[in-house]
């Protein structure tokens, strides 16, 4: 109970409590998928350590475009929608990193809401921190040219990881960002030039941005 009181100080000990005794931690190693699309969710999962991606994939030719990542004292708020409602998954999530969750049975979520006024808070703030960043997310798609959007990419991933190395491909990052790895390629080398960041195989430093 310790550890998760650390991870989630907001939560009051009684409900630290019922997460020890009906949860279930699983570690999920990097690259495994959580959650595909069209999938029925039967948990939600808080973040206990290490980072995950969410994402949609398109269903005619598989493309993934980036929605925001998971870190640790967060939670998904569009599993905990579909969870709740006993709808399908429309996101994917995966494991960017080793990462550990903890799996809560779906018929406890709307009991909590009324029972900890702790987790209540909890499950508000998780709605309007992903509301936030799909409207920073539609400002980028609809009013930045890509080149506003790779920078934006990079800084939330850096803000997201706490590091200044980030150990992607230009061919992964042109996938997160629905665009082509030349594309990426060539915006980043601009960048170089600028010094705004290093380049090196499959990793980027960060240096001015």
């Not at 109970?1 to 019922?18: H, N, S, V």
């Not at 850096?158 to 790895?181: C, G, Y």
Request: charged letters at 25%; a negative charge.
């Amino acid at each position: 109970m310790e550890r998760l009181g650390k991870i989630f100080p907001q939560f009051d000990a009684t409900l630290l409590e019922a997460l020890e005794e009906f949860g279930t931690i699983k570690t999920i190693p990097a690259g495994e998928v959580l959650m595909r699309t069209g999938q029925y969710v039967r948990n939600t999962m808080l973040v206990l350590d290490g980072t995950i991606k969410v994402y949609r994939e398109s269903e005619e030719d598989g493309t993934e475009f980036l929605m925001y990542y998971l870190k640790p004292g967060e939670a998904c708020a569009l599993s905990i929608i579909c969870a709740a409602k006993m709808e399908a998954s429309r996101i994917m999530a995966q494991a960017m990193e080793d990462t550990t969750i903890l799996m809560l049975p779906l018929h406890f979520l709307d009991e909590w809401m009324t029972k900890y006024k702790s987790w209540y808070y909890f499950v508000l703030e998780t709605y309007r921190n992903r509301f936030d960043e799909l409207l920073n997310l539609v400002d980028q798609v609809a009013f930045r040219n890509m080149d506003e959007r790779l920078q934006f990419y990079l800084e939330r991933y850096m803000q997201v990881n706490k590091t200044h190395i980030i150990p992607l491909s230009h061919q992964e990052i042109a996938t997160d960002l629905n665009s082509s790895r030349e594309v990426i390629s060539r915006l980043l080398k601009k960048m170089e030039q600028r010094e705004l960041l290093i380049l090196h195989r499959n990793q980027i430093e960060m240096r001015n941005i």
